[in-house]
């Protein structure tokens, strides 16, 4: 599994070169019309022992990471990649108001895969993921904070250097791209050592993990990131407008 992840997503980065970042995105430009009149929310549902929802989190059986409620009226399943610019827009001017308006009011719970769509994206969602749910969503907040200066890094590294990553062992190349990210100060400082990191890019059953939700998004038509599903149903967005205010529409119809 993990030497066909390897050939397919090693050759779109050598492919796409230092543009790769923007690439694979979820790009398509109709944005749906939002004609719906505002609607009221429901009332609150109080979280256990005076506690938030938003401090409830587990892992689903899919392999994501759920955050919420875990009996909410409206599931919401967002697929998203650490290289993705138009989902660390979402996380940065849409999830505030996600967590705050509806998961903490028990209403909405979130659960978040990861889509993988190169070798980069692959080693910090890795680390990203290594140490439970606990942890990743603000780990996956932060490093979405960092992409900008992190795609930098990226795009400075030399071509040759990037090349012979994509030639080494599969037991070596994770390691690789952590280091041509200049990650590794980030997740070092976050309860991951790097002996500890390396153990955790070498995980095979979290590749497998990784593997299995591409299977699953490709069943349900997932073309890109960022894409959502709510109670099931895909929701079509694009970039012609934010995506908070085109998914919060559909938020506020599936909880009426």
Same mark, same amino acid.
């Given at each position: 599994?993990?030497?066909?992840?390897?050939?397919?997503?090693?050759?779109?980065?050598?492919? =796409?070169?230092? #543009?790769?970042?923007?690439?694979? !995105?979820?790009?398509?430009?109709?944005?749906?019309?939002?004609?719906?009149?505002?609607?009221?929310?429901? =009332?609150?549902?109080?979280?256990?022992?005076?506690?938030?929802? $938003?401090?409830?989190?587990?892992? #689903? /059986?899919?392999?994501?990471? &759920?955050?919420?409620?875990?009996? =909410?009226?409206?599931?919401? &399943?967002?697929?998203?990649?650490? $290289?993705? /610019?138009? !989902?660390?827009?979402? $996380?940065?001017?849409?999830?505030?108001?996600?967590?705050?308006?509806?998961?903490?009011?028990?209403?909405?719970?979130?659960?978040?895969?990861?889509?993988?769509?190169?070798?980069?994206?692959?080693?910090?969602?890795? *680390?990203?993921? !290594?140490?439970?749910?606990?942890?990743?969503?603000?780990?996956?907040? @932060?490093?979405?904070?960092?992409?900008?200066?992190?795609?930098?890094?990226?795009?400075?590294?030399?071509?040759?250097?990037?090349?012979? &990553? =994509?030639?080494? /062992?599969?037991?070596?190349?994770?390691?690789?791209?952590?280091?041509?990210?200049?990650?590794?100060?980030?997740?070092?400082?976050?309860?991951?050592?790097? #002996?500890?990191?390396?153990? !955790?890019?070498?995980?095979?059953?979290?590749?497998?993990?990784?593997?299995?939700?591409?299977? %699953?998004?490709?069943?349900?038509?997932?073309?890109? $990131?960022?894409?959502?599903? %709510?109670?099931?149903?895909? @929701? +079509? &967005?694009?970039?012609?407008?934010? %995506?908070?205010?085109? *998914? +919060? /529409?559909?938020?506020?119809?599936?909880?009426?």
């Amino acid at each position: 599994m993990m030497k066909k992840l390897k050939i397919g997503l090693g050759a779109v980065l050598l492919l =796409a070169g230092s #543009s790769f970042m923007v690439s694979a !995105c979820h790009k398509t430009e109709k944005a749906p019309a939002n004609s719906q009149q505002e609607a009221a929310l429901p =009332a609150a549902i109080p979280a256990p022992n005076g506690g938030s929802w $938003t401090d409830v989190v587990s892992v #689903s /059986p899919e392999g994501g990471f &759920v955050m919420g409620n875990p009996k =909410a009226p409206v599931s919401l &399943v967002e697929y998203a990649s650490f $290289t993705c /610019p138009h !989902c660390a827009d979402f $996380t940065q001017e849409g999830f505030p108001k996600l967590r705050d308006n509806y998961i903490a009011k028990g209403l909405v719970k979130l659960e978040f895969r990861n889509l993988v769509r190169d070798p980069f994206d692959i080693a910090l969602t890795l *680390l990203a993921r !290594c140490r439970g749910a606990e942890t990743f969503f603000p780990i996956a907040d @932060q490093l979405f904070q960092e992409q900008k200066p992190m795609f930098e890094r990226i795009q400075n590294a030399d071509k040759s250097d990037l090349q012979r &990553v =994509a030639g080494l /062992p599969q037991d070596q190349q994770m390691a690789e791209y952590i280091r041509l990210t200049g990650m590794n100060p980030f997740f070092g400082n976050r309860g991951l050592p790097t #002996s500890a990191q390396n153990k !955790c890019l070498t995980d095979q059953a979290a590749i497998k993990t990784l593997m299995d939700i591409r299977s %699953i998004a490709d069943k349900q038509n997932v073309t890109g $990131t960022p894409m959502f599903l %709510i109670n099931g149903a895909l @929701q +079509e &967005v694009g970039i012609g407008s934010p %995506i908070w205010d085109q *998914l +919060e /529409p559909a938020l506020k119809a599936a909880l009426q």
